[in-house]
């Protein structure tokens, strides 16, 4: 059953937060300003054969919303109509789950996009998606794969049991069909802290689980992006009933670290909802913040070359992607 779509009443504007003060680096608000949109970010809906702990999308087996078939015409239209978009990222829940998703990705590499998939390794072992790896590699997808560490204690802490053993063969199936041997197909993986602490360094951690899991496994990936928990949805959640939500948040604000500005990944993207809303990026479209004022809010004739040097709304939550080395799509910015 498909969820109903629901009427929407995007949240106000929101008051100057303490992140926007960061980055004028005064007391005044400071303003985050997109460059050209180059990525065409979409999320198809919540559905998802996991619910890991720290998800930002709340996705789960029992969410029933899926993008309908006028806004996935929308977005591929949009991708048509505006080369200067030169990647379709993909993302959900699990995004192979949805009906059209391969026909997302058949279209966007037919007009010669990149397309990069979200994939958490374990859908490959849902019905009907054994030949994932092969559809992957055909179409040249980039898959950026969920592992949030390389033990399997700490990736079956957050993700459920079993996830790791389940996971490492995903990994395996990628490999045999090429992917992960520095041939052009490339294998990215994502590793998040499991807890409320910011990530390591992302090359010392590269480093370490290319040594772990090539000795261990004999799985080869060609890099390792880490991406710093976001305190929103279930992970906000978690951080509450912990106790350590605003020793997280003092966390990532002591961190705050203006050289990541420049890299954040709103300035290049935007990102759509399975309702078909245009959002800055993945996260405030969770927090059900559209665009600014003024700006489109629907996917459906969407121009995107309108949205290029436009405000973007910020938040506190916007701290998880400033801390440290930074945080964004593509893992560390500074
Ligand atoms: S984190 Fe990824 S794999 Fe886990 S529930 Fe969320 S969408 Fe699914
Ligand atoms: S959460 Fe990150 S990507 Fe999204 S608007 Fe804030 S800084 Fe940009």
Not at 7 to 19: I, Y
Not at 106 to 130: C, D, I, S
Not at 258 to 285: E, I, K, Y
């Amino acid at each position: 059953m498909t969820a109903a779509i629901p009427l929407r009443v995007l949240r106000e504007e929101p008051a100057p937060s303490r992140f926007a003060r960061r980055l004028s680096g005064g007391d005044r608000p400071g303003e985050l300003r997109a460059g050209t949109v180059r990525t065409l970010q979409v999320n198809v809906g919540k559905r998802c054969n996991q619910a890991c702990r720290h998800c930002h999308v709340d996705a789960s087996p029992l969410r029933t919303e899926v993008m309908a078939d006028d806004v996935v015409d929308a977005c591929l239209d949009v991708l048509a109509r505006h080369p200067e978009l030169t990647t379709l990222d993909i993302t959900g829940g699990a995004p192979e789950l949805h009906p059209r998703f391969r026909e997302m990705v058949a279209r966007a590499h037919a007009l010669g996009r990149a397309v990069l998939v979200r994939h958490n390794l374990t859908v490959q072992f849902e019905p009907g998606q054994a030949d994932l790896p092969e559809f992957f590699a055909a179409h040249g997808c980039e898959v950026v794969c969920s592992l949030p560490h390389y033990t399997a204690e700490a990736t079956d802490r957050q993700r459920g049991r079993g996830v790791y053993e389940k996971s490492l063969a995903g990994l395996r199936r990628l490999n045999e069909v090429g992917y992960g041997r520095g041939d052009g197909l490339v294998l990215t993986l994502v590793a998040n802290p499991v807890g409320a602490f910011l990530p390591p360094k992302q090359e010392d951690l590269e480093r370490d689980t290319r040594a772990y899991l090539a000795e261990q496994h004999a799985i080869g990936f060609d890099r390792l992006i880490t991406i710093t928990n976001m305190p929103i949805a279930r992970f906000e959640e978690w951080l509450r009933r912990a106790g350590l939500h605003d020793e997280y948040m003092d966390r990532l604000e002591a961190a705050y670290n203006p050289a990541t500005v420049d890299g954040l990944m709103c300035r290049s993207l935007v990102s759509v909802d399975w309702t078909g809303h245009v959002h800055d990026c993945d996260f405030n479209q969770m927090l059900e913040m559209g665009l600014a004022h003024g700006l489109p809010q629907r996917v459906h004739g969407l121009d995107v070359r309108a949205l290029a040097g436009r405000e973007i709304l910020t938040g506190d939550h916007c701290f998880g992607c400033t801390a440290g080395a930074g945080s964004s799509c593509g893992g560390a910015i500074a």
